[in-house]
């Protein structure tokens, strides 16, 4: 399986401020999710990440909120921008990885982040 | 748009016992199946998946059941250990390609 790092593990911010947060992959990979899982819930996809394009952004999710990035295909950035408290959740990404010929998803560590 | 169901919430076992979460989804047009082990400030681990082409799959003690008719699919743990404690989540999809539907989670405690 695919190595999925993130930067930072962790954040404490203040109200207003933004945050990227880094996604590397150790491989190339064809697909990148970011996720938000807020405190003691499920996993809600924010976006899929396109390499060399504009992110697919899902219902209630915006591009301005929530810019992301994909320069190559080992990596992507989501900024939480202006954020509120409301925006304290975990930040996950994920990939799609081609194991033994069948697609899996992946995920990294993820993010936690406490607006304050 | 795909919707999952899961349940229990919380389960609670006693070390050696097995331990049965049920999922159910809506779209009958999805294909793929997988389970994750998140364990605390951790991310979601990939414990197995099903293909909607099999019916059960097993992997050691673990072991995912689909009915497609149903819509309906099964993670079933035998001799849980403590290690075991974590909430799990379900998922479903057309393809591993694509965004994840996930289940609203199960905690697992295991006591010794």
């Known amino acids: 399986s695919a190595v999925i790092s993130q930067k930072p593990s962790r954040d404490i911010c203040q109200r207003g401020t933004s945050l990227t947060i880094q996604c590397q992959v150790d491989s190339q990979v064809t697909m990148m999710f970011w996720y938000r899982q807020q405190p003691g819930q499920s996993l809600t996809l924010i976006a899929t990440?396109?390499?060399?394009?504009?992110?697919?952004?899902e219902s209630g999710f915006v591009i301005d909120k929530f810019p992301i990035s994909r320069p190559n295909l080992t990596f992507s950035t989501l900024t939480v921008s202006n954020m509120s408290p409301e925006d304290s959740s975990i930040y996950l990404c994920s990939v799609a990885w081609r194991d033994r010929g069948r697609e899996t998803q992946y995920f990294g560590p993820g993010t936690r982040l406490l607006v304050l | 748009g795909e919707n999952v169901e899961q349940h229990p919430s919380t389960l609670s076992v006693q070390e050696g016992d097995s331990a049965v979460i049920k999922c159910t989804y809506s779209d009958s047009a999805s294909n793929y199946f997988p389970w994750y082990k998140q364990e605390l400030g951790k991310g979601p681990q990939l414990i197995i998946d099903?293909?909607?082409?099999?019916g059960e799959k097993k992997d050691q003690r673990i072991a995912v059941t689909l009915n497609k008719t149903a819509k309906h699919f099964s993670l079933h743990i035998t001799e849980t250990q403590p290690e075991d404690s974590a909430v799990y989540f379900c998922a479903a999809t057309l393809t591993g390609f694509q965004k994840l539907v996930f289940g609203t989670g199960t905690r697992l405690l295991v006591s010794p």
């Open positions: 990440a396109n390499q060399g394009s504009e992110a697919t952004y």
């Open positions: 099903i293909r909607s082409n099999v």
